[in-house]
T-cell receptor
Framework: GAGVSQSPRYKVAKRGQDVALRCDPISGHVSLFWYQQALGQGPEFLTYFQNEAQLDKSGLPSDRFFAERPEGSVSTLKIQRTQQEDSAVYLC????????????FGQGTRLTVV | AQRVTQPEKLLSVFKGAPVELKCNYSYSGSPELFWYVQYSRQRLQLLLRHISRESIKGFTADLNKGETSFHLKKPFAQEEDSAMYYCALHSNFGNEKLTFGTGTRLTIIP
């Protein structure tokens, strides 16, 4: 596809369940980002990959959150033992890399933990 | 730490009237500032960035380092401008992450 693709679009999880969110970046984009957007807030940075290397995971809120990008393309954000405060829209973005480059966003995955 | 503040959560403007969406930032270095827009049922997309000093869809934004502001302006609002607008900051220390404000929902009244 032409843009960043995320799946699933919607996910309802019972508290304590593990979830996996997928991001397909634009082909050839070196940089990949995950953001968390709570209701009424702006996106907040979670983690950043350059190719397969996770260069910054300072935004991950706890050790229940884990992200990977093993082949430098598709990325998965995994949340273990989900809690209600994890309910949010999870956004993936990709860019060619380097400063001054535009980040292209996916449509997001809306996670609701019940 | 870097921070972006958008003081207005909601802003309503009549069609044809001027629009100004406020954005202030705090950052110790020399930042790169962006405005992102999200139209109804669409994904977040870049509207403009300060470094290119261009006008997109009639919008402009000037970086004022003295006031640490990057307000978004348009002289004559159009109905299709109704959307959610986010101001974002990118540091220049090799960390590519964006720091976003909380956003302003702009509604243009016909």
């Amino acid at each position: 596809g032409a843009g960043v693709s995320q799946s699933p679009r919607y996910k309802v999880a019972k508290r304590g369940q593990d979830v996996a969110l997928r991001c397909d970046p634009i082909s050839g984009h070196v940089s990949l980002f995950w953001y968390q957007q709570a209701l009424g807030q702006g996106p907040e940075f979670l983690t950043y990959f350059q190719n397969e290397a996770q260069l910054d995971k300072s935004g991950l809120p706890s050790d229940r959150f884990f992200a990977e990008r093993p082949e430098g393309s598709v990325s998965t954000l995994k949340i273990q033992r989900t809690q209600q405060e994890d309910s949010a829209v999870y956004l993936c973005a990709s860019s060619l890399g380097g400063s001054h480059t535009e980040a292209f966003f996916g449509q997001g995955t809306r996670l609701t933990v019940v | 730490a870097q921070r972006v503040t958008q003081p207005e959560k909601l802003l309503s403007v009549f069609k044809g009237a001027p629009v100004e969406l406020k954005c202030n930032y705090s950052y110790s270095g020399s930042p790169e500032l962006f405005w992102y827009v999200q139209y109804s049922r669409q994904r977040l997309q870049l509207l403009l960035r300060h470094i290119s000093r261009e006008s997109i869809k009639g919008f402009t934004a000037d970086l004022n380092k003295g006031e640490t502001s990057f307000h978004l302006k348009k002289p004559f609002a159009q109905e299709e401008d109704s959307a959610m607008y986010y101001c974002a900051l990118h540091s220049n220390f090799g960390n590519e992450k964006l720091t976003f404000g909380t956003g302003t929902r702009l509604t243009i009244i016909p």
